[in-house]
């Protein structure tokens, strides 16, 4: 197997996630060098990873088996390491949300176009092969007109002023963290931007979103209905339903299975079920799709495109909106 060489950019909780799914991909994916702002932790990260640990990122992507740049910093710092790399005519992965607004995802992408470089928002979900089964019996009519989705995103982690989760300057809150991959799903089934948004959402002492609750609703007369916070603990499941059957897939972000439910009064009931017993996480395959499009030339991903990224900061960008309004916040002190 060749190997493909990764500048990683921070080395927080989520990078060693995907440290320990590298040795599954297929492309031969592997942390060449590691900068992170806290130096100690860069040398950590390294020792664990096999990676060189640079004081600068400068350095790190000069680093010579450095064929591509992966970035994983706080949500406040993507737009400045991918512009980084991509000024530099590095390929970049960068993690969700792309950016903190549209506006700023913009210019990332057409810097990336300007540049003639590789981009991706490492949406990882789009890449699960359970979410690509679940999207092609969508595409083939199997449950029909797609009328309602269900998803849920919510763990419990108090309140903590030294937690990236609760800053604002890092890009905190529940929305970003959270919330982008049910906005995520939602564009990935119904793939154009709903007629109506409606939230309810609750702040946090520093003013981010701890708990939201948002429907969609658009014009073919389907609804989404997404909740995610850091205030309760619920199953993390999506459901998917069409006028022929529905779709179940627990741990949505996540899956490693689904089924297909077929409920029509002139068919009896039938269910699909589909499985997945890969290892780890699942992390392997948005490096493997990231690395074969590299390869081959491409300059964006065909499942997480240009288009896809900024559509879905688009809908973050008026979710904030929506948020900002008295009608649609709820006292944080009741909560």
């Known amino acids: 197997m060749e190997k493909f060489g990764w500048c990683f950019i921070g080395c927080g909780s989520i990078t060693r996630r995907v440290l320990r799914d590298l040795p599954n991909t297929q492309s031969g994916s592997f942390p060449a060098a590691v900068y992170s702002r806290n130096f100690e932790r860069a040398r950590q990260f390294a020792q664990i990873s096999g990676a060189r640990a640079y004081r600068t990122a400068e350095e790190a992507m000069s680093d010579p ?48 176009v300007k540049k003639g470089v590789y981009l991706s928002e490492a949406m990882w979900t789009g890449h699960n092969p359970v979410i690509q089964w679940a999207r092609s019996r969508i595409d083939d009519g199997r449950i029909g007109l797609v009328r309602s989705l269900y998803a849920s995103f919510s763990f419990y ?31 990935m089934v119904y793939g154009f931007h709903p007629a109506i948004i409606d939230v309810m ?34 199953p993390q499941d999506a459901i998917i339903g069409g006028e022929k059957g529905h779709i179940v897939i627990p741990h949505f972000w996540a899956p490693k299975s689904a089924a297909l439910v077929r409920e029509r009064p002139d068919e009896p009931r039938s269910t699909e079920a ?61 909560l």
């Open 65 to 112: 088996e450095v064929k591509a740049v992966y970035v994983a910093t706080p949500n406040s710092s993507h737009k400045e390491y991918t512009m980084l790399a991509l000024e530099r005519g590095l390929p970049v992965l960068c993690e969700k949300p792309l950016a903190l607004t549209r506006g700023e995802a913009e210019e990332m992408i057409d810097m990336a």
């Open 157 to 187: 982690h108090p309140f903590d002023m030294e937690s990236r989760l609760y800053d604002p300057a890092l890009g905190g809150g529940a929305l970003l963290d959270l919330g982008v991959y049910t906005v995520a799903l939602t564009q």
């Open 201 to 234: 959402s609750a702040a946090a002492p520093t003013g981010v979103d701890k708990m939201c609750a948002v429907n969609f609703r658009y014009r073919t007369g389907g609804i989404s209905r997404m909740f995610f916070g850091f205030t309760s603990t619920e």
């Open 274 to 334: 589909y499985q997945m017993d890969f290892p780890g996480e699942g992390y392997q395959f948005e490096f493997d799709a990231v690395v074969d499009d590299i390869l081959r030339g491409r300059k964006q991903n065909s499942t997480i495109s240009h288009k896809f990224s900024l559509a879905v900061m688009g809908l973050l960008d008026e979710i904030r909106e929506e948020m900002s309004t008295s009608k649609g916040s709820l006292d944080p002190l009741m």
